[in-house]
């Protein structure tokens, strides 16, 4: 019998077992990618949409994914985050604005005006009960974090004020696009500069259990223990 069970555990199934762990661990982060992708997707394809189409194209494209997205999440039966209220709330705001104006004026300051209020609500839910990226990542592993880990609500609240830093950097530099270069070729580099960015971002939040584990390493994050004496 023995012999039977170290026969299974040949260096074979071995090898397929860790294969089997690391396509759950991409399948995971695939996900998570996705989920983040779509909160920020109506104002991508505002986006795209605005720099390589009319204004009024992307208005309409802007609409169809918000209903369809929401659609999907209700029928799914999934929260809505306050990543995707924002930014589809900024992204319909905006898109009504230009689409009564009868010059789309918004187009030119949508990018700057939706960096800096998202980088207000991610600094001010850094300071709430639940920050926004510890409320996205507890909604794709489908349980909270125990109340009494501090040091994960400390290092998603430091993580959530690196996004707002980055919203706020991104804000300054499209105002500085606008500045200096023509409108088309604004609109575009804006595009390909934060499509490109907000990629890094994501994928570097990713990389989240990682970077947690160097910060212990390097002796921040660290739990806290009570030093009260025992009863």
């Known amino acids: 019998m023995a012999d039977a069970r170290s026969h299974l555990h040949t260096p074979r199934h071995e090898e397929q077992a860790r294969l089997k762990v690391v396509k759950g661990i991409v399948m995971a982060r695939f996900f998570l990618f996705s989920r983040i992708v779509l909160d920020f997707g109506s104002l991508l394809v505002f986006w795209v949409l605005a720099s ?135 609109l575009m580099l804006r595009s390909v500069i934060g499509t490109v960015s907000l990629g890094v971002m994501i994928g570097i939040s990713l990389q989240g259990r990682r970077i947690f584990l160097l910060c212990q390493r390097a002796g921040f994050f660290l739990p806290r223990y009570s030093t009260e004496p025992q009863a």
């Open 52 to 186: 390589f189409y009319s204004v009024r194209i992307a208005i309409a494209g802007t609409f169809v994914f918000i209903l369809c997205d929401g659609l999907h999440r209700y029928l799914g039966k999934r929260t809505f985050p306050r990543l995707w209220i924002i930014s589809n709330t900024l992204a319909i705001v905006f898109g009504v604005i230009d689409l009564i104006s009868i010059t789309p004026f918004m187009i030119r300051y949508e990018g700057v005006l939706t960096n800096l209020i998202i980088a207000l609500s991610f600094a001010v839910g850094a300071f709430g009960a639940t920050t926004p990226i510890q409320e996205l990542v507890e909604e794709q592993q489908g349980f909270p974090f125990p109340p009494e880990r501090q040091e994960i609500r400390a290092y998603f609240k430091s993580l959530t004020l690196v996004w707002a830093l980055y919203f706020a950097a991104k804000a300054i530099l499209y105002f500085w696009l606008l500045t200096y270069f023509p409108l088309p070729r604004a």
